[in-house]
């Protein structure tokens, strides 16, 4: 006896078999209801996990993906976590002086092993229960909340990056794209191939047809972001990802306020015309002085 076997295709992510849109309303209270409600263990896991992550004011990416496998995801992980490797900030190295090579007991200090790098982390989030975070997260606030809950539709995935660093930020949305570049739209000759291959007739006619399973290739969205409890939109976020880093910006900070004072003085007193100023009055100490001479020296009757 021949049995039909089930062609073997990729398991697709479960979150976007139920996709829920986020509320950040109240739930309704009924009166015939008393006492508080129960919630299975994996919605309890769930809601103190995304509130940790709520509260650990880290930025936050949300993306929207859709027609994601198990196996598509390990490999934009993995793409996620081989670019931001390059724009790790170095932690500072143990420095030894030539004449300080030891210490009072004639032992050479041991440097201390590398903190481990820590990389960027993409979660898969269920909507309905991160609505309930969103609700009961105390810093952030209801316009924040909205506009976080307004973004998301469809599956979502949210990016959390140790810290703000844009470079690094910058490379991720890059190989993002590069990953899952977006879906071209069809051309009219293949719109006119769909409609053709529809109304013709079957090639074996009687015979059921061979079902073929269309494959949908994945796609990813930028929604937003949630970084230092402000919301950014895709525009804002790719403006964050163009700025220095934070290293880059205090040097800058620091090299401006070691400025000279007379530097600084000199900058003042340009900005407040002090050089136009006395430019002026230059130039109407010459015309006067040309005028003087030039009474002086006419003849007299």
């Keep these: 006896m021949q049995t039909l076997r089930r062609p073997h295709t990729a398991p697709l992510l479960a979150a976007p078999a139920r996709g829920y849109a986020i509320s950040v309303k109240a739930p309704r209270v009924y009166d015939s209801k008393t006492g508080e409600r129960y919630y299975p263990t994996k919605k309890t896991f769930r809601y103190n996990q995304y509130t940790r992550l709520l509260q650990s004011d880290r930025p936050l990416i949300f993306l929207n993906h859709h ?22 900030p170095k932690p500072p190295t143990l420095e030894l002086a030539p004449a300080a090579g030891k210490d009072a007991k004639g032992k050479a200090p041991v440097a201390s092993a590398p903190a481990p790098v820590e990389l960027p982390t993409l979660t898969v989030i269920r909507t309905a229960i991160l609505g309930a975070a969103l609700r009961h997260h105390a810093p952030l606030d209801t316009a924040a909340a909205r506009a976080i809950a307004e973004a998301v539709s469809g599956g979502l995935a949210v990016l959390t990056l140790p810290e703000l660093n844009p470079p690094q930020l910058n490379a991720v949305l890059r190989t993002i794209e590069r990953a899952v570049p977006p879906p071209k739209p069809p051309t009219p ?17 009687g015979k059921r047809m061979k079902r073929q399973r269309t494959v949908h290739p994945p796609e990813m969205a930028l929604l937003g972001a949630l970084i230092e409890g402000r919301v950014f939109a895709p525009p804002g976020v790719r403006d964050v990802a163009t700025l220095p880093t934070l290293q880059t910006l205090h040097a800058q900070l620091v090299g401006l306020l070691s400025a000279p004072a007379t530097q600084l003085a000199g900058v003042l007193s340009e900005a407040s015309g002090g050089k136009l100023k006395r430019t002026l009055e230059g130039l109407q100490k010459s015309l006067e002085e ?9 003849p007299t009757a």
């Excluded at 490999?75 to 081989?82: K, Y």
């Excluded at 053709?196 to 007739?201: F, G, L, T, Y």
Aim: glycine fraction near 4%; charged fraction near 25%.
């Design 67 to 88: 027609k994601f496998s198990l196996k598509n995801m390990t490999l934009l992980r993995s793409a996620i976590a081989d670019a931001a490797a390059k724009h790790v």
């Design 189 to 205: 000759a293949e719109i006119k191939a769909r409609q053709d291959a529809a109304k013709a007739d079957p090639p074996s006619p």
């Design 290 to 298: 040309s005028a003087a001479e030039g009474g002086s020296s006419a």
